[in-house]
């Protein structure tokens, strides 16, 4: 229907309500209205898409949903921010967890190249904001603690599963055991089941268990010690990768030997002497 042709259907309804000439008509998103006499008719004119209609709806298409601005001061990651330090005064914790006040940057500073400190943030949102004087080594173990936190949220764990009998022989334990150890690699947890044998043992099986378990090449860790089930018949573990700290106190353990061994040859070379003097005398 043309323009003309919808005016000239309006004027004839309006005249047979409420009589008189069409002084003004326009349409906006589909409501008329229709002005007679000084009296104002409103028509809801309830049709689709026109293409007479250039008006766009500002309810369907205007209104975009806002997105939640994220505070670009918030940090996933614990990083020293340098020397670059916009806040004036700060609350300074010291490397030891002593809290030191509130500072003026340029002391903040100072203190940082006389002790060769790094600064980093703690909460930025405060006023004054809290900093923490830390050295290298502890920005690291700090890394490492919180990629470890968030390792551990990423999502559900997969456990494998592995189960034996306790008369497998040496061969295919060791092929069983490089499976756990690929399987640890891979950051998964690992179930071990034991069960009995032909052969009776008279050594209890979550001992010949945990036996195996230690021929492991690599450290492994432990969510469930090897116990025994199903009424002394099997028994069970469950392997983790180790932690952080497991680690570190391997590591730890292993210098202890070190030292024992160089002191043997320091007092072995010494010991025949003292057996040939007697035969030096005769």
Known sequence: MSTACLRWALSHAARSVCGGTLSSWRTAS?????????????????????PLSTTVDETEEGQVPKKKKQDPRARATIGS???KIHQRHLQVISETGENMGTMHRADVLRLMDENGLKLV???????????????GKQIHEEQLKLREKQKAKTGPVQVKELTFS???GNHDLLTKLRQVQSWLDKKHHVRITLRTGRVEHTQPLDTTLEQMVQQIEVLVGFDSKPKVIRDGRAAMCILRPPSVKELKERNKGAAVPAIGTNSQPTTSPTAPPTNLTPDSQH
């Not at 589909?30 to 026109?50: D, F, M, P």
Request: aromatic share 10%; proline share 7%.
């Open 30 to 50: 589909g409501a008329g209205l229709l002005s007679y006499n000084g009296r104002c008719v409103s028509a809801s004119l309830s049709w689709g898409w026109s």
């Open 81 to 83: 921010i340098g020397r």
């Open 121 to 135: 943030p703690l909460n930025e949102n405060k006023d004054p904001p809290v900093y923490r004087l830390m050295t």
């Open 166 to 168: 306790s008369d497998i």
